[in-house]
């Protein structure tokens, strides 16, 4: 019989991968909702140490995979590994980030196990009276939302991006049991071979990690409308983001952009700069703690998520908004 809510678990050169620790807060919630546990799945080289991290952050179980094949992430041994784990251990659900790992990954493991993968959720949540996993997931360029159910198939699976399911704090007294799970691995399963891994360095700051965006969206007028918001964000200590209009467009690179098809963010402070609040975009950012937007149009859909609402033209209160905020720093630093 089918039980408890399993979570892959990311790593890279050995360090847990955040999108993990979010999926083990949302699992927390569908097992209590079943009354069952949550599992986490961690594959790697000498990464048994971090198993308490995922305990303290939901996981009443850990089952580890070590093996110096597991080391950096190849399709065949990970498929291998988690396809035994869930055919041995017939989890209830089992969810995936959809990183560029989970959406190499749980697709196989879908096909071999036979069973169905709802991609890109938005939502998870079970089914008081069937107790299936209800999976909402954007449908038709994100102008709909789709509800997945798989009735006749377990486990019942999922991916979801990064950022959009919330973490559970560092609980330091929670305690769980760590399993060391054995696959036998063949040189056989090793299809590929690592020639090299070359890492870009990269200098600026994840949107998703930020704790003020400002983002700039089609009323901007063009990739120079952003020359104000960056100077706007050097004041806040803030980030850069913007909608897809803007990215589309070329005005800005594909990392900064918000919305179901960008990235799920979820700063204390999100000024939605020209931005007209289509549902794809508001998907995106709705979850800020303090959203400010300022737009010409009275009637933009983005005032209906707005905390505060500016009707104006941003050439006039952005600048308005730099001297209100280098005024009170003249203040502070005159104390």
Same mark, same amino acid.
């Given at each position: 019989?089918?039980?408890?809510?399993?979570?892959? !678990?990311? @790593?890279? +050169?050995?360090?847990?991968?955040?999108?993990?620790?979010?999926?083990?807060?949302?699992? $927390?919630?569908?097992?209590?909702?079943?009354? @069952?546990?949550?599992?986490?799945?961690?594959?790697?080289?000498?990464?048994?140490?971090?198993?308490?991290?995922?305990?303290?952050?939901?996981? *009443?179980?850990?089952?580890?995979? =070590?093996?110096?094949?597991?080391?950096?992430?190849?399709?065949?041994? &990970?498929?291998?590994?988690? /396809?035994? !784990?869930?055919?041995?251990?017939?989890?209830?659900?089992?969810? &995936?980030?959809?990183?560029?790992?989970?959406?190499?990954?749980?697709?196989?493991?879908?096909?071999?196990?036979?069973?169905?993968?709802?991609?890109?959720?938005?939502?998870?949540?079970? +089914?008081?009276?069937?107790?299936?996993?209800?999976? /909402? #997931?954007?449908?038709?360029?994100? %102008?709909?939302?789709?509800?997945?159910?798989?009735?006749?198939?377990?486990? @019942?699976?999922?991916?979801? #991006?990064?950022?959009?399911?919330?973490?559970?704090?560092?609980?330091?007294?929670?305690?769980?049991?760590? =399993?060391?799970?054995?696959?036998?691995?063949?040189?056989?399963?090793? %299809?590929?071979?690592?020639?090299?891994?070359?890492?870009?360095?990269?200098?600026?700051?994840?949107? /998703?990690?930020?704790? !003020?965006?400002?983002?700039?969206? #089609?009323?901007?007028?063009?990739?120079?409308?952003?020359?104000?918001?960056?100077?706007?964000?050097?004041?806040?200590?803030?980030?850069?983001?913007?909608?897809?209009?803007?990215?589309?467009?070329?005005? !800005?690179?594909?990392?900064?952009?918000?919305? @179901?098809?960008?990235? /799920?963010? #979820?700063?204390?402070?999100?000024?939605?700069?020209?931005?007209?609040?289509?549902?794809?975009?508001?998907?995106?950012?709705? *979850?800020? *703690?303090?959203?400010?937007?300022?737009?010409?149009?009275?009637?933009?859909?983005?005032?209906?998520?707005? +905390?505060?609402?500016?009707?104006?033209?941003? %050439?006039?209160?952005?600048?308005?908004?730099?001297?209100?905020? =280098? $005024?009170?720093?003249?203040?502070?630093?005159?104390?």
């Amino acid at each position: 019989m089918s039980k408890d809510v399993f979570v892959f !678990i990311e @790593q890279r +050169d050995n360090k847990l991968e955040k999108v993990g620790i979010e999926l083990l807060g949302k699992a $927390r919630e569908l097992a209590d909702d079943l009354g @069952q546990d949550v599992v986490g799945v961690l594959l790697g080289e000498k990464v048994k140490d971090h198993a308490d991290v995922l305990i303290r952050h939901g996981a *009443d179980k850990v089952i580890v995979v =070590e093996d110096p094949m597991l080391k950096e992430y190849v399709t065949e041994p &990970y498929a291998k590994a988690i /396809t035994k !784990i869930i055919k041995d251990k017939e989890p209830e659900i089992v969810i &995936y980030g959809a990183s560029s790992i989970g959406r190499d990954l749980a697709p196989r493991l879908a096909a071999r196990i036979h069973t169905g993968l709802t991609a890109d959720c938005t939502k998870l949540e079970i +089914d008081p009276e069937s107790k299936n996993l209800m999976m /909402t #997931r954007p449908a038709f360029g994100g %102008n709909l939302m789709a509800t997945i159910v798989c009735e006749d198939f377990r486990p @019942q699976m999922a991916t979801v #991006r990064p950022g959009v399911m919330q973490a559970l704090d560092n609980d330091t007294s929670r305690k769980g049991e760590v =399993e060391e799970f054995k696959v036998d691995f063949e040189d056989a399963d090793m %299809n590929v071979k690592i020639l090299d891994i070359a890492k870009e360095e990269s200098h600026k700051k994840d949107i /998703t990690e930020a704790k !003020i965006l400002v983002s700039g969206g #089609r009323g901007i007028g063009g990739p120079e409308g952003f020359k104000p918001l960056q100077e706007l964000a050097d004041k806040l200590e803030a980030e850069i983001s913007a909608s897809r209009a803007s990215v589309d467009s070329g005005w !800005i690179t594909k990392d900064h952009q918000v919305g @179901q098809t960008g990235k /799920t963010v #979820r700063p204390e402070l999100y000024f939605a700069m020209g931005i007209s609040g289509a549902i794809q975009h508001v998907a995106g950012m709705e *979850d800020s *703690d303090l959203i400010i937007a300022v737009n010409k149009d009275p009637e933009a859909a983005i005032f209906e998520v707005a +905390d505060l609402g500016v009707v104006g033209d941003i %050439n006039a209160v952005v600048p308005k908004l730099i001297e209100a905020i =280098e $005024r009170e720093q003249r203040i502070k630093a005159e104390i």
